[in-house]
């Protein structure tokens, strides 16, 4: 028996994920609320948005999506780094332009990736 997960099981898991760090972006637009740093807490709960919305769109589709092509190790990728980023900002929260660059990053994977399904 080996250890390895379909691929419906990866997507799904790479899915919640990325509803994951949507959360975890408004956790961090919260944080910065505390600052007073009113433009980056717009910029991160947009982006916490977006990202829902990509998610959800990609979740519809999760049967058409395949785990072998750039654009989803692309995705992976992008997620794992903002997700590194919120990581790190959580302890210090000078690093909010990495959160919100990733964030950029990653959104812009997920809709090249959604837009493949219009």
């Known amino acids: 028996m080996t250890n390895e997960t379909s691929p419906i099981e990866q997507i799904e898991r790479q899915l919640s994920k990325l509803e994951s760090t949507a959360t975890n972006l408004e ?4 944080l910065v609320a505390r600052a007073n740093r009113t433009q980056e807490v717009k910029i ?5 948005i977006d990202l829902r919305i990509k998610q959800f769109a990609l979740y519809r ?3 058409r999506l395949q785990v072998n092509t750039k654009e989803w190790k692309a995705l992976v990728s992008a997620l794992e780094l903002v997700n590194h980023f919120i990581d790190e900002a959580i302890a210090d ?6 959160v919100q660059d990733s964030a950029a990053r990653l959104i812009s994977v997920v809709t090249k990736l959604a837009s493949s399904f219009s």
């Open 61 to 63: 589709n999760k049967n």
């Open 93 to 98: 929260p000078k690093v909010i332009k990495e």
């Open 44 to 48: 991160l709960a947009d982006q916490a």
């Open 27 to 30: 956790t961090i637009s919260a």
